[in-house]
């Protein structure tokens, strides 16, 4: 009986092991997007590019998925699930994302190496560098 114990318990930390990194994956997220925020706030020549925009961006990280919405230079939508009309949809791991964001991993690397799959006009494509 104790080793069942155990084993349950075990189960249940990797169970909570996994939602943690969900919500870090979710946190991380967010902090990319606060980040553009406060660029677009310090940077008005960049802001002036940027606010005729209205985009749509899948993130497809597997078990978890999100949809971002650009409107006047603002992403005012951030939210789990993927939109079927988004101008870009970029697939990836959350290890691979982590990556991206904290720079170990080079965007045109990732893509090359095919760590990251992007579908969408090259136009938003050459975009999204720029922003993040």
Known sequence: MGADTSDDI????????????????????????????????????????????????NLDLGEENYT????????YYFEPGLDPNADVTLTTTPENLQGLIDGTLR???????????????????MFLKKLF
Do not use: C, W
């Open 10 to 57: 075990r189960q249940i930390g990797e169970k909570a092991g996994r939602l943690v990194k969900h919500m870090s994956m979710q946190n991380e997220i967010q902090a990319v997007i606060d980040r553009f925020h406060r660029k677009m706030e310090k940077d008005p020549e960049l802001k002036k590019e940027v606010e005729h925009l209205e985009k749509t961006f």
């Open 68 to 75: 971002l919405k650009l409107k006047d230079a603002h992403i």
């Open 107 to 125: 965007p045109m690397r990732a893509y090359v190496l095919k760590k990251i799959q992007v579908k969408g006009k090259i136009d938003d494509l």
